[in-house]
């Protein structure tokens, strides 16, 4: 009698959507664990306070498991979360313009370490938060997605639905832009 | 020139990896990943409520139609007058059961004509049938 076939010990997330499509609640828990630090690193980017990230986070999760059907592997899960991150953002941002809310900036809120080296480290992030703030949403998202996730052109275009060179231009007119903003 | 500039792409790069670092670092992983379930486990539950809350709204509406309908067939009532008087030639409540076929078919062709006058002169149509009290009683439902 031969052994059971070991299972693959790191199942792909492709697995991994089809088990949570099954109904296995604990496939989409992996999935969360291994995918929500690069989501909230792109949330962060996008420019979602601090404060919201983990809400954020959640949200995203809910609606992409929500919406999973429609994934066809057009892109890599990590890259669809971040495109559904994106939209969860701006629907958020769209709330908080309505009920006047701000979230308090990075700059004012209370920061964890040496409020002095945080300052000398953060002014550049500070910098580049607010001038990825001012890009249009298909330059950040590509940008973000290039420099911060280091994705292809490829993969970029399939998940926003544009052409890869479409993506690259977007990209270097964000560069550009950045480049001015930060000099 | 390039160089500078591909120094300047490496730094914009690094910076961009450092945005959201914080936020992601303090990410509480475990508690994430039971809160995603937790609301991915309501969900059918919400889903079958939504399904429930759809009946109030289409009796919401309903309720609407029938009230929009409701006051059309009373304004439409009150702006022709009370139709159906001008052409009775058989008072309602008449035994019936006396009449021969020809004169029930007078009878309903007598209350068939209202109805294809509608749209033609009016209600003084059929008064010349009525008698005293009928053109009384029309009348009076006029005078509201």
Not at chain 1, 106 to 127: I, L
Not at chain 2, 72 to 84: E, L, Q, Y
């Amino acid at each position: 009698m031969t052994p059971a076939e070991p299972v693959a010990a790191v199942p792909t997330d492709a697995a991994l959507i089809a088990a949570w499509e099954g109904g296995d609640e604990q496939a989409a828990a992996e999935l969360v664990r291994r995918h929500a630090r690069a989501l909230a690193r792109f949330l962060g980017g996008t420019g979602a306070p601090d404060m919201d990230v983990d809400d954020l986070v959640q949200e995203t999760f809910i609606r992409a498991f929500r919406a999973v059907a429609k994934f066809r592997g057009q892109c890599r899960f990590r890259t669809w979360l971040m495109t559904i991150g994106g939209n969860v953002l701006r629907d958020a941002q769209r709330r908080w313009r309505r009920s006047r809310l701000v979230p308090l900036g990075d700059d004012v809120r209370a920061a964890d370490g040496d409020p002095h080296e945080h300052a000398v480290a953060g002014e550049a992030e500070a910098r580049l938060a607010a001038g990825l703030e001012r890009l249009p949403p298909m330059q950040r998202d590509v940008f973000l997605l290039r420099a911060q996730q280091g994705l292809e052109y490829n993969e970029i275009a399939a998940a926003l639905g544009t052409t890869p060179g479409a993506a690259r231009v977007h990209y270097h007119h964000a560069v550009k832009r950045l480049k001015e903003h930060m000099t | 020139m390039n160089d500078d500039a591909t120094v300047h792409d490496r730094e914009l790069q690094e910076v961009a990896q450092r945005l959201g670092a914080r936020a992601a670092e303090r990410l509480d992983l475990e508690r994430m990943a039971q809160a995603v379930v937790a609301r991915l486990r309501a969900e059918p539950r919400r889903r079958a409520w939504a399904w429930a809350g759809l009946g109030p709204t289409w009796l919401r509406i309903a309720a609407a139609l029938v009230i929009v309908a409701g006051a059309g067939a009373i304004a439409r009532t009150w702006w022709h007058g009370p139709a159906p008087v001008a052409g009775v030639v058989v008072p309602l409540g008449e035994d019936l059961s006396g009449l021969t076929a020809s004169e029930l078919r007078d009878a309903i062709g007598a209350l068939d004509r209202p109805l294809e006058d509608e749209t033609g002169s009016g209600v003084d149509v059929g008064l010349e049938g009525l008698g005293p009290d009928d053109l009384r009683a029309l009348l009076r439902s006029l005078e509201g």
